[in-house]
């Protein structure tokens, strides 16, 4: 079965600073992966996508996350944090090519930027 | 250009009592899945449907929780006799008609909060 690991609950930095947010995954085959944002009590915002190719990902705000697939990893990164961007931030799976399959999702890893 | 819409956004509810939760896709979306978040949990999936069929009820409770996703209308998660650990926000998403890579992203909406007194 597949699943995400998100191994911080929470990452603080200083604004200015490159920050990365850590995902393990778990999951037969070659994966697709996602990173969400979340700010408090709103639904969660798509920020960038590994479906294959490059695997430097850039997505929304300035983030980007690289794939490893000999680490099984894909971290989000930007390298300069904002204070507008503490939120919760998600890590997801999918098994690629699997009919009727949901996004998993990890536990989350609240960032914290201060100023 | 409407995104996801649910609703209520928060509801309240004594044990024993029912809550339903009604959520209408991105238009054009097909499909749609509900989530449960809870504080120390994250976000855990529940059900996948498209109209009139449910695909992946996996992570559904056996008792107590059901869902539909109707020809016409939204789609509801109902929850019977809701007791105090119902308490969360539970989300949902569509996705379009799914490629065939299943590469696509899912498309959130605010949310529902039930509380349960």
């Known amino acids: 079965a597949q699943s995400v690991a998100q191994p911080e609950d929470q990452v603080n930095v200083a604004e200015g600073n490159p920050l990365t947010v850590k995902c393990t995954y778990s999951v037969s085959g070659n994966p697709y992966l996602f990173w969400y944002v979340q700010y408090p009590n709103r639904g969660l915002q798509f920020l960038l996508k590994?479906?294959?190719?490059?695997?430097l990902v850039k997505g929304s705000y300035g983030f980007e996350a690289e794939f490893n697939k000999s680490q099984t990893s894909f971290h989000l990164k930007k390298p300069s944090a904002l204070v507008s961007d503490s939120a919760l931030y998600f890590c997801a799976v999918r098994a690629p090519n699997q009919a009727g399959t949901a996004l998993i999702f990890g536990k989350g890893t609240t960032l914290s930027v201060s100023s | 250009n409407a995104g996801v819409m649910q609703n209520p956004r928060h509801l309240v509810r004594r044990r024993g009592q029912e809550a339903r939760l009604r959520c209408s896709p991105m238009?054009?979306?097909?499909?749609v899945y509900w989530y449960r978040q809870l504080p120390e949990e994250g976000l855990k999936f529940m059900v996948y449907l498209q109209k009139e069929n449910i695909i992946d009820e996996s992570g559904m409770p056996k008792e107590r929780f059901s869902a539909e996703f109707p020809k016409e209308g939204p789609s509801i998660l109902r929850i019977q006799q809701v007791v105090r650990g119902d308490s969360a926000a539970y989300f949902c998403a569509s996705s379009p008609i799914r490629d065939r890579g299943n590469t696509g992203e899912l498309f959130f909406g605010e949310g529902s909060r039930l509380t349960v007194l």
């Open positions: 590994y479906i294959t190719g490059d695997n």
């Open positions: 238009k054009g979306h097909s499909h």
